[in-house]
């Protein structure tokens, strides 16, 4: 089946502890994207990658890292959470950002609650 | 002023009504998407337009490129319809890694509740 996977799924964490949020597609697709979602401010971009080794900005970078190490995976990294970092997190993945005719793939969220 | 504009924010019908949910934008766009966002989170891509109208069973998407507007229809609403519809369109921008690239703006959504 045709999934993005992201894990964990829920966490709780403290202010300071780095942390790993790992997400997978089996889709063999170039493009993949993180998202947070907070209330009243919609999806916003974090982090994406047009291919292997290739990554860039999105609107809200800061206090996150990502790498693309392989085509199927694309870790978002929390080096040092703070609490303004809680929110739901989606990693999203396309075959490419290049065609009109994509259709994104959303994983299945991870919310983050940090203390 | 937000990129992406939808109303109404929310969205109260009773099972069977015909609803209508709406998408302005800004920006020079190559393609709108119309997500769904179920109740637990988990967010599905309905439609993908670049123009005209499309049709997916009870739902219909139609866009305006010259107006910048989008809708969203659903016929004979349900309640398992309830969900968050979030507008979200594909914005070319100069990437500092690889030349022109896209992103996704996305509208805040409108949630929608439909009654039995």
């Known amino acids: 089946e045709a999934q993005v996977t992201q894990n964990p799924r829920y966490l709780i964490t403290v202010t300071g502890k780095k942390l790993t949020v790992t997400c997978s597609q089996n889709?063999?697709?170039?493009?993949m994207s993180w998202y947070r979602q907070d209330p009243g401010l919609g999806l916003r971009q974090i982090y994406y990658s047009m291919n292997v080794e290739v990554t860039d900005k999105g609107d809200v970078p800061e206090g996150y890292k990502v790498s693309r190490k392989e085509k199927r995976n694309f870790p978002l990294i929390l080096e040092s959470p703070s609490p303004n970092q809680t929110s739901l997190y989606f990693c999203?993945?396309?075959?490419?950002?290049?065609?009109?005719?994509?259709?994104?793939?959303f994983g299945p969220g991870t919310r983050l609650t940090v203390l | 002023k937000n990129e992406v504009e939808q109303s109404p924010q929310n969205l109260t019908a009773q099972e069977g009504e015909f609803i209508t949910i709406n998408c302005s934008y800004s920006?020079?766009?190559?393609?709108l998407h119309w997500l769904q966002q179920h109740p637990g989170g988990g967010i599905v891509s309905l439609f993908m337009l670049s123009s005209g109208k499309k049709k997916h069973g009870r739902l219909i998407a139609t866009i305006n490129i010259q107006e910048k507007h989008s809708s969203l229809h659903i016929t004979a609403s349900h309640p398992r319809d309830s969900a968050v519809y979030i507008c979200?369109?594909?914005?070319?921008?100069?990437?500092?890694?690889?030349?022109?690239?896209?992103?996704?703006?996305f509208g805040k959504g409108t949630k929608l509740t439909v009654n039995p």
């Open positions: 999203a993945s396309s075959l490419s950002q290049r065609d009109v005719t994509d259709t994104q793939y």
């Open positions: 979200a369109v594909r914005s070319k921008f100069m990437s500092q890694v690889g030349g022109g690239s896209e992103k996704l703006v």
């Open positions: 889709m063999n697709h170039e493009y």
């Open positions: 920006v020079g766009i190559s393609a």
